[in-house]
């Protein structure tokens, strides 16, 4: 399923469900508002006949039973007090209450002429403690019984609405206990009400589909709305996935989420851009640096076709020459493919003793060039990185050093704040060369005429850099070049008490 496809479909069920929860709350709401709107018609049908009974009091000033006025409250559901073994008579002009003669031994129920479901009057029964049913004279429909109204009759007190069913007809019906003398039953029919739910039961039905199919609509519009940027989006990027020319860039409008990812996007096009220029440079770098050792073994392999015609002494200049390119040829290769490396880790990585590195090359510096005087200040650092990485920068500081320090001179390295410094007496750097000195193949004119490929420095800033350092060249105050490199933030470890002096290796 496509992304517009569940955006359409999540947003339509969303409203959907939004619909349908409206229409299930007014339906609930409708329907709780005529049910109560019948409970007070029951209420008010069944509270005359209470106060007749005197199981509840009349309203304040009213004429209480036998003429007497009432002093409790007047509407249903107040405690009602029935007295006596019998009920009062009803005052005048109220028709008939409870009489004791004529109705299951004794308990009789009279009070007017019953009417039909529709009428004023509703359902009127009571139930007898015993479970006996008294019907209002005339009326020939009995309100069923259940056992929760035989158990409140028994009772005498307490009142719920409920249910019933007679026949088709659906009845709402008041139980009220009047204490000894059982439960009053009064009953409405719910005829209009089922009609007026039913009617609304089926505009809320037909409100509810339209909405679903209103909501799917709108849900895919806006799907499709939202990600149509999106839709154009992912056609440039297809685009420029299928082109080798990686100038092209995605056109940038505004400054939301979109947006960002499409500067996201070019700035990752930026780098995979410099990266390829990067490795194009280095090869074609590579085979001009290439094409000289090559040439020069090619020339020398074609002499040695005639070494028999040559004296012993160019046969033997021809071979330490032929050496000397392959020496060279071997160093060009190993440095191109250590720059080939980039940045990425390719070997464990761990806690590393700089300042042993540092020693231990300073030591092998001075015993390859004696006549050169190697100074170490040096402190304990401890980085996190390779150390063979680290080592063949360090060299490579060295070593360059040792090339251009003239006989006689002191090369001094030190190794503080996680910083490796070596200074040589040399002639320096040009100033029009110092800002390319990391640089790949850059050689200054002075270098053209000696052993080298031009990478050296560069595999250092190259290390620098993949462990989260820098490298920097400059001219030493007093002349000579000067060349500070950190391999990332050190470790803190536990400090010598004193560090180790400057002196001669």
């Given at each position: ?64 039973p036998g003429g007497q006025g009432g002093g409790g409250q007047g509407a249903l559901g107040g405690q009602g007090n029935v007295g006596g073994s019998r009920f009062p008579a009803p005052a005048q002009g109220q028709g008939s209450v409870f009489s004791s003669s004529d109705c299951d031994g004794g308990l009789g129920l009279d009070v007017g002429r019953g009417g039909g479901f529709g009428g004023a ?242 030591d092998r510096t001075q015993r390859r060039a004696p006549q050169l005087t190697v100074l170490t200040s040096i402190e304990p650092t401890l980085v996190r990185g390779e150390p063979d990485r680290i080592a ?114």
């Open positions: 399923m496509s992304l517009r496809a569940r955006m359409g479909l999540a947003s339509g069920v969303a409203v959907a469900l939004a619909v349908i929860a409206v229409a299930v709350s007014a339906y609930a709401g409708t329907r709780s508002e005529l049910t109560a709107q019948v409970d007070n018609s029951l209420r008010n049908l069944a509270t005359p006949i209470l106060e007749n009974a005197g199981v509840l009091p009349r309203p304040a000033g009213g004429p209480g009057q509703g359902l009127r029964q009571l139930v007898s403690s015993a479970g006996g049913v008294c019907v209002v004279a005339g009326q020939t429909t009995k309100i069923p019984v259940d056992s929760t109204a035989k158990a409140l009759a028994a009772k005498g007190s307490g009142q719920y609405f409920t249910t019933a069913q007679v026949g088709s007809t659906h009845l709402r019906v008041l139980v009220y206990g009047v204490g000894s003398h059982g439960a009053l039953m009064v009953a409405l029919p719910l005829t209009d009400v089922d009609k007026a739910l039913r009617s609304q039961l089926l505009l809320m039905i037909v409100i509810a589909l339209a909405g679903i199919a209103l909501a799917a609509l709108l849900g895919i519009l806006v799907a499709r709305t939202a990600l149509a940027p999106i839709a154009r989006f992912t056609q440039r990027t297809e685009s420029i996935a299928t082109t080798p020319d990686l100038s092209q860039r995605l056109e940038v409008e505004g400054d939301d989420e979109l947006a960002r990812l499409a500067n996201t996007f070019n700035t990752t096009l930026d780098a995979l851009q410099r990266s390829v220029d990067a490795q194009r440079n280095l090869v074609a770098d590579a085979s001009h640096e290439l094409r000289t050792p090559i040439a020069t073994l090619r020339a020398n392999l074609q002499l040695m076709r005639d070494e028999d015609r040559l004296a012993p002494e160019d046969r033997e200049a021809l071979r330490e020459d032929m050496i000397e390119e392959l020496d060279e040829l071997t160093g060009l290769v190993g440095d191109v493919v250590e720059l080939a490396r980039g940045s990425k880790p390719s070997g464990a990585v761990g806690d590393v003793r700089l300042d042993a590195i540092v020693k231990d090359l300073a063949r920068a360090v060299a490579n500081l060295l070593d360059n050093a040792r090339k251009w320090s003239p006989s006689g001179e002191t090369i001094e390295v030190g190794l503080h704040g996680g910083t490796v410094t070596v200074r040589d007496h040399g002639p320096g750097f040009h100033d029009e060369d110092l800002p390319f000195v990391f640089d790949r193949f850059h050689r200054a004119k002075d270098a053209r005429s000696k052993p080298g490929s031009g990478l050296g420095l560069a595999i250092v800033r190259q290390a620098a850099e993949a462990h989260g350092g820098s490298a920097e060249a400059a001219n030493a105050p007093g002349g000579g070049a000067l060349l500070n490199v950190s391999f990332g933030r050190p470790i803190e470890i536990e400090q010598q008490a004193s560090e180790t002096p400057i002196s001669a290796v």
